[in-house]
């Protein structure tokens, strides 16, 4: 089994990790486990290649000043429509 899972490991040119080893195997017929390829594999020292980092394009200046807000936009609610909103217990199921 050792030969066949590295004969499968070669053929997808070191890419294909246990899962998609056992899946082969699978495919042509061969009855093994998930976990005994993964055994298999990590005795005969091979293993899938990763996927590769995503490099990061921007790094911003901790130091640099804040953009100043053109639209002068106000997130905070009015006060007056606080005192008039019903308060609701949310905990129920039916909440709204």
């Known amino acids: 089994m050792?030969?066949?899972?590295?004969?499968?490991?070669?053929?997808?040119?070191g890419t294909y990790g246990a899962p998609r080893v056992h899946a082969v195997?699978?495919?042509?017929?061969?009855?093994?486990?998930?976990r005994r390829v993964a055994r298999l594999m990590r005795?005969?020292?091979?293993?899938?290649?990763?996927?590769?980092?995503?490099h990061r394009t921007t790094i911003p200046d901790p130091r640099a000043a804040t953009r100043p807000d053109l639209v002068l936009r106000d997130f905070q609610p009015?006060?007056?429509?606080?005192?008039?909103?019903?308060?609701?217990?949310c905990s129920e199921a039916r909440c709204c």
């Open 25 to 34: 195997l699978q495919r042509d017929g061969d009855r093994c486990g998930r």
């Open 78 to 89: 009015h006060p007056a429509a606080l005192h008039r909103a019903p308060l609701r217990n």
């Open 2 to 13: 050792t030969e066949k899972s590295t004969e499968v490991h070669a053929t997808s040119r």
């Open 43 to 54: 005795q005969a020292s091979t293993e899938g290649r990763h996927r590769r980092r995503r």
